[in-house]
C-alpha cells in the first residue's frame, strides 16, 4: 500500500520555541494531506486539510497563526507549531488520500510525531 | 459523514476470530464503510473497506447487512499483535475534500 512518512517521530522544546513537522507521501502525490490531533486516551481529532498550493482549511477553534501549513508540493506538507506552549503538548498524524483509477480511495496515515512542550 | 456506533471495548481470546460490530443507520448511498485501527503511539492503520459487498483481505472481512445500516470487521484468527483501537468510519469515497472523522472505536482487547 501507499506509504506516508512523518518526521519527527518524537520533539521535546522549550516552551516558546516552533516545531515544524514534516508528512511527505512517498509513492503517490497528494493533492490533498490532513493534519490531526491526538491527546492520551482520546480519539483523533481533524486539525485542518492541507491542500497543494493553496491556504490551509483549519478546522473551527483551530489557531491558523498557531499551526502554520505549507503543502509547497504534490508530495510534501509541513505543519509548524509556533511559540509553543505545554498545551500544545499532544500526538500529530498526517494523512494523505490516495486515489486509485480516481475513485475508491485511501487514506494513509503518517506514524505520528509526539511534542512535549517543556 | 454519517455517524458510527461501535463498542466501547471488547475481548477476544487469542486464535479466536474477533467480531467488531458498527451501526451506520444513517449512511447514505454513495458513503463506504471503512476500518481502521490504532496500535498504542502510531498513526491509523487502514485494514479494509467496502460499499455494499462484503469484502476480504489478508488482514479482515467486512461484512455489511443488506440494508447497509450495519456491518462487522472479521479478524479470522485474532493475534496478540491485533490489540488495538479499531474505527469504523463512513466516508465519500471517490475524490473528496474531506478527512476521516474519527469516533471513539473499539478498544479490543486478545488475551492469551
Known amino acids: 500500500g501507499a506509504v506516508v512518512s512523518q518526521h519527527p517521530s518524537r520533539v521535546i522544546c522549550k516552551s516558546g520555541t516552533s516545531v515544524k513537522i514534516e508528512c511527505r507521501s512517498l509513492?503517490?502525490?497528494?493533492?490533498?494531506m490532513f493534519w490531526y490531533r491526538q491527546f492520551p486516551k482520546q480519539s483523533l481529532m481533524l486539525m485542518a486539510t492541507?491542500?497543494?498550493?493553496?491556504?490551509?482549511?483549519?478546522e473551527q477553534g483551530v489557531e491558523k497563526d498557531k499551526f502554520l501549513i505549507n503543502h509547497a508540493s504534490l508530495t510534501l506538507s509541513t505543519l509548524t507549531v509556533t511559540s509553543a506552549h505545554p498545551e500544545d503538548s499532544s500526538f500529530y498524524i498526517c494523512?494523505?488520500?490516495?486515489?486509485?483509477?480516481?475513485?475508491?480511495?485511501?487514506?494513509?496515515f503518517g506514524s505520528g510525531t509526539q511534542l512535549s512542550v517543556l | 459523514d454519517a455517524k458510527t456506533t461501535q463498542p466501547p471495548s471488547m475481548d477476544c481470546a487469542e486464535g479466536r476470530a474477533a467480531n467488531l460490530p458498527c451501526n451506520h443507520s444513517?449512511?447514505?448511498?454513495?458513503?463506504?464503510v471503512y476500518w481502521y485501527r490504532q496500535i498504542h503511539s502510531q498513526g491509523p492503520q487502514y485494514i479494509i473497506h467496502?460499499?455494499?459487498n462484503n469484502e476480504t483481505n489478508e488482514m479482515a472481512s467486512l461484512i455489511i447487512t443488506e440494508d447497509r445500516k450495519s456491518s462487522t470487521l472479521i479478524l479470522p484468527h485474532a493475534t496478540l499483535r491485533d490489540t488495538a483501537v479499531y474505527y469504523c468510519?463512513?466516508?465519500?469515497?471517490?475524490?473528496?475534500?474531506?478527512?476521516?472523522?474519527f469516533g471513539k472505536g473499539t478498544h479490543l482487547i486478545i488475551q492469551p
Open positions: 494523512s494523505a488520500r490516495a486515489l486509485q483509477g480516481g475513485k475508491d480511495e485511501k487514506l494513509f
Open positions: 509513492d503517490f502525490q497528494a493533492t490533498t
Open positions: 492541507s491542500n497543494e498550493g493553496s491556504k490551509a482549511t483549519y
Open positions: 444513517t449512511i447514505s448511498g454513495n458513503e463506504y
Open positions: 467496502g460499499l455494499k
Open positions: 468510519i463512513a466516508m465519500y469515497s471517490g475524490g473528496g475534500a474531506d478527512g476521516l472523522t
